[in-house]
């Protein structure tokens, strides 16, 4: 099957358009025409396990390995927030015991914790010994192989006569790529993919069919952004691991109660990164296993998860009143649509609209309507600065000629140029819980392409833009019930 016409199925069927860069089958073709970068290097030989880095106008990973507990909740320090202290009361056992299993190896469902806006899952897993070496666990996410194939790249450009300085370059960041890779150690991976993709070897590919894909009361969903998983290694064959999904209105609509079903276990392997001390968050760092490393054992099964929100909701205020004015960047207006007091975390719904809207304001930085990679910071009323987490859960744009059309969270969902569209952003943001604050400050900033006069200067190694963070307005919350 060609290129084009396996991505167009893979649209055709789950609706779904992926970033360039996590797609090894057709980033091929972008990289013979640029000069070698280490995305090149990347991306010619390796699948990308998950990204940390903010496309858009804002968002999150799709997986994340992290590791720890602690008084039995999942810690998300590497994104700088945690759970309340309140987390365990709303721990729940599941009253039947389910579990997955193929010979020595076994997952088993723990306990739930179902909140306003997400739900944990908690796992047992357990592995042969088998399974254990054949997922590499505990060893490096690049292999010999994957080293060497690395290396070739910059042999590869010495002979197609690159320039010295390019290769210079290269060869700095190839080296500094399998320093930081071979430091990495693998870990175990939930998947639920409940229709693989085939790829063009005609393999189940995993990559396109992750675990976006749940069931909820038995209807098939895409849930973006992706579980995040958190793990904690017991000892070498057994591991705890959470998946935590960001359940919305968009997925549930008005339902308290639900059954949450996921299909077809796959067990795979990624970066353990529970020990780094670098902040990956800030640096915008992908962190990739190499493709002779990664593993898949296809377990199969199901697990029916009933779930309700009952009991977090009962001690959950939605304020929607007194809230902050709008504000406005360029052609864009964002606002705070609901403050949600959850017993474990506090969660803010932003919703944005952005007119006269085309795929050039979306894809070209130099256009006037252009809007760069937000983020925030929030502060309480002594301006101490608060953790927090944000992502996006919903894009819709609609065209000039009425025509309306959903597209994946952080995603431009087309190739065809259009102009006078609209687009509507629903996002979130999840500050730690403290009964102490009573005010908070939400500081947008945006990080804009600027053009930098220097950089236009004939003979100068200026680059012609450059980023630079913009203070937007400032959202002041009254977090009085």
Known sequence: MKDKEFRDKVYEKYQYYKDTKDDKYFYKKIDKKITLSIMNVVASFVIIFFSVSIILIGGLSTYAFLGGTVGGKPVLEWFKISFSDDYSKYVEEPEEKQSIARAETEVKLVSTMCNEG??????????????????????SILTEKDIERCKEEVETMKKSNSSQESIERAQKRVEKFIKEGTEQKNSVRLLFVPEP????????DYNLANNNSIFIDNEKQWISPSALQTV??????????????FLTDKNLGDKIEFTLTLKNLVLSNGADISNLSRDFTNSNAVLVSGGDNRKFIEIGGEFNIPLSKKKALEDTTIIKNKLPEPIKYRNMTKSVEEVILTPVQTIIKLKSTIEDLSLLSLSQSHNKNYIGIIEYKAYDENGKELKLLNYETRRIVTYADGRTEEWAPLDIGTYKSFYNGKMELTEYIILEKNENIKNIVIQPIVTQPTYNPAGAVE??????????????????????K
Do not use: C, H, W
């Open 118 to 139: 997400f739900t944990v899952l908690e796992f047992d897993v357990g592995l042969s010994k088998e399974d254990k070496e054949y997922l590499r666990l505990g060893e």
């Open 197 to 204: 993709i085939k790829d063009e070897n005609n393999n189940n």
């Open 232 to 245: 904690q290694k017991i000892n070498d064959y057994e591991y705890k691991v959470y998946l935590l999904y």
């Open 459 to 480: 003979g100068s190694t200026e680059p012609l833009y450059i980023d630079k963070k913009v203070e937007l307005d400032k959202f002041e919350i009254n977090m009085q």
